[in-house]
């Protein structure tokens, strides 16, 4: 297929793109890089042209396109945060943009959207049938409301224009690639862990994340990218719940860090609980993750030793079982 992958510098869109050309594929790339990192991207591979632009204007790219991969976003929080009014118009302009683009194509076009649409749920573990609980004039909402709208116009191009669309509800995920100072919790921790210093627990740790190897993840898109006629939302994400403390201790155990931790109050609507029901993934997409946690963070570790050398703590000599 020829697939245009939105934000495909980036972190998520790089693996997706890398996955994509493996198989034959061809990919279309299309970053403005104000998140993504050029590096992520290999511009000799066979297949892959990468377009410097703004998801936000016109979509000007010659010839047939299969299919959409839509992750361009600022996706970690210091970066919606310090952007909000980009972030907001990204979600809105920008998904308009290749909505109109995927019609024009006749291709089939599928949205990253994330569990931040869930907000800080009350209902658990959480299904695509739960509305959320999101504070609209919060500071996370030019990220939340970003994609609930962009969930809203990717529904209207399918019902009212007949457009092939396509919604996948990301939960947290983590690997190789993910910048340090991302916002995240595995890359903050990685990254506080090998320089030495505390690792930053917000609020009183018991918070829960559900984390899922970008592998993993990887696969499922492709399933529903490959999944003509299937709308949707379908969450992906690892349902092995984690608090935030039991991840810290993981990262420390596995890097070896004398690190302290350092505790700090919660953000304002930081969710309390996360982890996605993926019956429907299982059943609609036969999809479910397979790389345990522990698995995929010592290749994360292993992943920023090498691309940031300065680290100085040696890897630990404690077997943990997967």
């Known amino acids: 297929m020829r697939i245009l992958v939105t934000g495909g510098a980036g972190f998520l869109g790089s693996h997706l793109t890398d996955v994509l050309l493996d198989r ?3 990919v279309v790339v299309l970053d403005d890089m104000s998140t993504g990192n050029p ?3 290999d511009p000799s591979r066979p297949g892959l042209t990468i377009v410097h632009a703004d998801v936000r204007a016109p979509l000007l790219l010659d010839g047939p396109f299969d299919a959409v991969a839509h992750l361009a976003s600022p996706a970690s929080p210091p970066d919606y945060l310090r952007r909000p009014v980009f972030t907001l118009t990204t979600g809105a302009l920008g998904t308009q943009q290749v909505l109109e683009f995927a019609e024009r194509k006749h291709a089939r076009v599928v949205l990253a959207s994330t569990s931040e649409v869930y907000g800080d749920p009350e209902v658990h573990p959480q299904t695509e049938n739960y509305w959320g ?37 990301i939960f947290n995920t983590y690997g190789p690639r993910l910048r340090p100072e991302d916002g995240r919790v595995v890359s903050n921790f990685i990254a506080q862990a090998l320089e030495g210093r505390p690792l ?32 949707g939302p379908i969450n992906l994400g690892n349902p092995v719940e984690m608090s935030v403390r039991a991840i810290a201790d993981l990262v420390l155990q596995l890097t070896g860090s004398p690190s302290d931790l350092e505790w700090r109050p919660l953000p304002v609507d930081d969710p309390v609980r996360r ?19 522990v698995t995929g963070i010592e290749r994360t570790i292993t992943w920023h030793r ?5 680290a100085p703590v040696q890897p630990s000599a404690v077997p943990l079982a997967s």
């Open 200 to 231: 930053t627990i917000y609020g009183d740790g018991n918070q829960t994340r559900s984390l899922c190897y970008v592998d993993d993840l990887v696969r499922g898109l492709i399933a529903m990218i490959d999944a003509r006629g299937e709308r």
């Open 306 to 310: 090498d691309h940031h050398p300065t």
């Open 39 to 41: 590096a992520n991207l």
């Open 133 to 169: 609980n999101v504070n609209s004039v919060g500071p996370r909402a030019v990220y939340d409301e970003a994609k609930r709208y962009a969930e809203a116009l990717t529904t209207a191009f399918g019902d009212s224009r007949g457009v092939d669309t396509g919604i996948v509800r």
């Open 24 to 26: 034959g594929d061809e």
């Open 275 to 293: 982890r996605p029901d993926i019956t429907r993934a299982a059943e609609r997409l036969g999809w479910q993750p397979s790389t345990a946690v």
